[in-house]
């Protein structure tokens, strides 16, 4: 399966946001064991291309491996050569997008405006990341109905109480932080087992 159909089959991100290098492995693991199959690390985690590296050895084509906080086509690039399928931005800059075009990965930048989110499309996004979600589902209700054909993917805010009300309101994808990954608590034996019931659970409330 291609990434663009796996995130539009599978939908749920999970966003590694600032673990150690060590832990993003493990982390990776306990995911893929709660059904989860689109992972992104992102940019301002420290080692981030060594640890999407790891992910995409380690997971081939069982896993869509993401970097996220792109800011600029040289991040871009330097992530799709550590092996990333996708590249999400939480902005949009034109010439991210065409050089993730051109090497042939999915790209998803960050947007809020109907004028923001037209624009990327227009420029060859294939996703827009809606960020800040915290707005709530509503919003998301409202673009779609001028933009009924732009897939949207509400990232910041989304959580276990609010994403089947994004999903309603016609999301196509969701990127998940820290109310799955957080980063913050020391990753145990205990915290692997609870991140797997955890992704088992947001993988079952959009289905």
């Given amino acids: 399966m291609n ?17 150690n290098e060590e832990d993003i492995l493990p982390i990776g693991q306990a995911l893929q064991d709660g059904g989860v199959k689109l992972v992104e690390v992102t940019l301002n985690t420290a080692n981030a291309l060594a640890g999407i590296r790891r992910l995409k050895e380690a997971f081939g084509d ?5 970097a996220g906080t792109v800011l ?3 991040s871009a690039k330097a992530a799709i050569d550590a092996g990333a399928d996708f590249i999400l931005a939480p ?8 050089l993730t075009k051109r090497y042939g990965k999915v790209s998803i930048p ?11 499309f227009e420029n060859g996004a294939d996703l827009i990341k809606v960020f800040p979600a915290s707005v709530g589902a509503q919003y998301f209700k409202d673009l779609k109905g001028p933009l009924p054909h732009i897939p949207l993917v509400p990232t910041g805010g989304v959580n276990e ?9 016609g999301a196509t994808a ?34």
């Avoid at 902005?91 to 065409?98: A, D, M």
């Avoid at 109480?161 to 309101?169: D, E, L, R, Y």
């Avoid at 692997?192 to 955890?198: D, N, R």
Wanted: charged content about 25%; aromatic content about 6%; cysteine-free.
């Fill in 91 to 98: 902005s949009v800059k034109l010439e991210t997008i065409q």
């Fill in 110 to 120: 960050g947007a809020f405006t109907p004028t923001e989110i037209v624009t990327a």
């Fill in 62 to 66: 069982e896993m869509k491996i993401g």
């Fill in 174 to 207: 969701f990127g998940i932080g820290s109310s799955l990954v957080d980063t913050k608590q020391e990753v145990t034996e205990d915290y692997l087992e609870a991140l797997t019931k955890k992704a088992a659970h947001f993988v079952k409330l959009i289905q």
């Fill in 3 to 19: 990434t663009l159909d796996a995130i539009k089959t599978h939908q749920l991100i999970a966003i590694i946001r600032g673990a």
């Fill in 72 to 74: 600029d086509p040289e």
């Fill in 161 to 169: 109480t609010n994403i089947q009300a994004f999903k309603q309101a």
